[in-house]
Nanobody, 114 residues
Framework: QVQLVESGGGLVQAGGSLRLSCASS????????MAWYRQAPGKQRELVAV???????NYPDSVKGRFTISRDNAKNTVYLEMNSLKPEDTAVYYC????????WGQGTQVTVSS
């Protein structure tokens, strides 16, 4: 069983930055895929960043160049650095880990005001 706890969300003006953290209850060094998703009201949950155990990262075009995912295996934490935030980035952001099954955190709200 993996428990994930996100933090770092909040209210920020357009153009600002936030850093989200996702702390895992288990060691993550052997977890291949870790990711961040987001879900805005009335919309489907969408992938915003993924990182593998070898450091491969991938982003959708909507956040590429603005968001950066990283992982600290020593701290069992994955991060999402978000820069140049836009109002359309407003959503609940979820951490996701895939081992033998998929695990989700409770989410953290990010609100970007115009």
């Amino acid at each position: 069983q993996v428990q994930l706890v996100e933090s770092g969300g909040g209210l920020v003006q357009a153009g600002g930055s936030l850093r989200l953290s996702c702390a895992s209850s288990v060691r993550i060094f052997s977890i291949n895929v870790m990711a961040w998703y987001r879900q805005a009201p009335g919309k489907q949950r969408e992938l915003v960043a993924v990182i593998t155990s070898c450091g491969y990262t991938n982003y959708p075009d909507s956040v590429k160049g603005r968001f950066t995912i990283s992982r600290d295996n020593a701290k069992n934490t994955v991060y999402l650095e978000m820069n140049s935030l836009k109002p359309e980035d407003t959503a609940v952001y979820y951490c996701n880990v895939v081992t033998t099954q998929s695990y989700w955190g409770q989410g953290t709200q990010v609100t970007v005001s115009s």
